[in-house]
């Protein structure tokens, strides 16, 4: 079976790219490159939050995946907002557009990061998405929970496998001890950082609309994006709640 699915398609060639300065076509690319991984992300982790299994290791592997996406979701979300500064060894600028959209976008953000939520996603970014650092480990040794699971589960298919122990130290202990030096706050962490995340996404989302306002439209305010309709197989646009990432893969047989 097949689906009809629409896109709204603005066309773009590289006579338009090079019609620009540089450092705003520079811009605009990072931009619509950051844009597609931040919503590739945000589209893999809604489909990644499986039911809760019976089995407590089987929550665990469904966890650890889940987990993981959104702490790389976080960490392209982080990225951008230090792009928007223009700023530093690799993003300086003096083009006078660039730095009018960056005092509007860093003003929008500010907005965000004074909610609840970014605090803990910006140690998780620091110490927990991109980086394998012995520093953070060690002081989350004092935090790791008596409960937790600590086993490895081993499969002949190895990106099967899963060693639960990491994620305890690593993220669960991290939790535990950004609880421990806010004890006075009484929220839910995980609910406050998934927030965090989805108005980040927004707010990249309409800034990449407003850069786009800034540069690229202006050369030529009269076109119009048109629609463009694609006959898709079911697997490929489907409800989220029918079509999960999968914890296991199956082994090829021989």
């Not at 392209?76 to 993003?91: A, D, Q, R, S």
């Amino acid at each position: 079976m097949s689906e009809d699915f629409e896109l709204h398609k603005y066309g773009l060639s590289v006579e338009d790219a090079q019609n620009l300065p540089e450092d705003q076509l520079a811009a605009f690319g990072v931009f619509c490159f950051a844009c597609s991984e931040i919503n590739v992300l945000h589209r893999l982790y809604i489909c990644s939050v499986h039911p809760p299994h019976k089995d407590q290791e089987i929550r665990f592997a469904a966890l650890i995946q889940q987990f993981l996406i959104l702490r790389t979701w976080t960490a392209k979300l982080f990225e951008v907002t230090e792009f928007v500064k223009f700023e530093g060894k690799y993003n300086k600028t003096k083009d006078p557009v660039l730095k009018e959209f960056s005092t509007e976008a860093l003003n929008q953000l500010q907005k965000i990061q004074d909610e609840a939520g970014n605090g803990l996603a910006k140690k998780l970014r620091d110490e927990v998405a991109n980086h394998y650092h012995l520093k953070p480990a060690r002081a989350n040794v004092a935090h790791l929970s008596e409960v937790g699971e600590y086993s490895m589960y081993l499969h002949k298919a190895a990106g099967n496998s899963f060693y639960p122990f990491g994620e305890e130290l690593m993220f669960g202990a991290r939790l535990n001890r950004f609880e421990a030096d806010n004890p006075n706050k009484d929220a839910n962490l995980f609910k406050e950082w998934n927030a965090w995340n989805v108005k980040v996404s927004r707010w990249v989302s309409s800034m990449h609309v407003r850069l786009f306002e800034m540069t690229l439209k202006k050369l030529n305010p009269e076109r119009a994006a048109e629609i463009k309709s694609y006959s898709l197989p079911d697997n490929m646009f489907m409800d989220h709640r029918e079509l999960l990432v999968p914890l296991f893969i199956k082994p090829e047989l021989k």
